[in-house]
């Protein structure tokens, strides 16, 4: 099975700085998520990638499928940005989200 | 507005009772998940379905049941035999499930059991 490692695991910021979050993973996989858990614990998915570069307001995601590894970044960041940030990836062959692995996420604090 | 529901958000259990956690999706979706966090660990995969009165063991079943009687809801059942149930659930859907990927994630809020 994958391993899917995050850094940095807690990291708190001034609203403001630019943000970033780093994934990496073992196995060739099919695709990438970024997810964002908010402080009540609902999930909200974030980017689906398996190249390049997305963006999407604020937030841009971007892999290097060589590399094994995706950043998650933020910019101006601001105290609503407050959450974990997950990375899960599935592996080639697609197999679903049965297949997916998860990392433990980033807990992200921005401070007013 | 789309999405999934789950209830109750809290939960607390004597030791040797059944519980059941309900998800509902109005979605549309076929593929249903749960999951359970525990903290400092990633997602773990309890039970999923691909399809109506279908579904399958994840890696952490034991001590689990799910049944999938109609497309929009995919109950969790934690019973007695779960040696350790107190975590955080979520439950999931996606649009399909087997493809190369699953397409995009649908969480719900999540449903927190506490055993006394």
């Known amino acids: 099975k994958n391993e899917v490692e995050q850094s940095p695991q807690n990291l708190t910021a001034q609203e403001g700085e630019f943000i970033t979050i780093n994934c990496s993973y073992s196995?060739?996989?099919?695709?990438l998520h970024w997810l964002q858990q908010h402080p009540g614990g609902g999930i909200v998915s974030l980017f689906m990638?398996?190249?390049?570069?997305k963006k999407h307001g604020r937030l841009i995601a971007t892999i290097n499928i060589q590399e094994k590894h995706s950043s998650l970044h933020i910019t101006a960041s601001h105290p609503r940005d407050s959450a974990v940030y997950i990375c899960a990836v599935s592996p080639w062959g697609g197999g679903g989200a049965d297949g997916l692995t998860f990392g433990k996420g980033t807990h992200l604090i921005i401070q007013p | 507005d789309g999405g999934i529901t789950q209830s109750p958000k809290y939960l607390f259990r004597k030791e040797g009772q059944n519980v059941t956690l309900s998800c509902e999706q109005n979605?549309?979706?076929?593929?249903m998940y749960w999951y359970r966090q525990d903290p400092g660990q990633g997602l773990r995969l309890i039970y999923y379905?691909?399809?109506?009165?279908?579904?399958q063991k994840g890696d952490i079943a034991e001590g689990y049941s799910v049944s999938r009687e109609k497309k929009e809801s995919f109950p969790l059942t934690v019973t007695s035999a779960q040696k350790n149930p107190t975590a955080f659930y979520l439950c999931?859907?996606?649009?399909?499930?087997?493809?190369?990927?699953?397409?995009?994630?649908?969480f719900g809020e999540g449903s927190r059991l506490t055993v006394l």
């Open positions: 979605l549309n979706h076929d593929a």
């Open positions: 999931a859907s996606s649009i399909a499930f087997g493809s190369r990927d699953t397409g995009e994630l649908f």
């Open positions: 379905s691909q399809i109506v009165n279908d579904f």
């Open positions: 990638l398996s190249s390049g570069k």
């Open positions: 196995v060739g996989i099919s695709a």
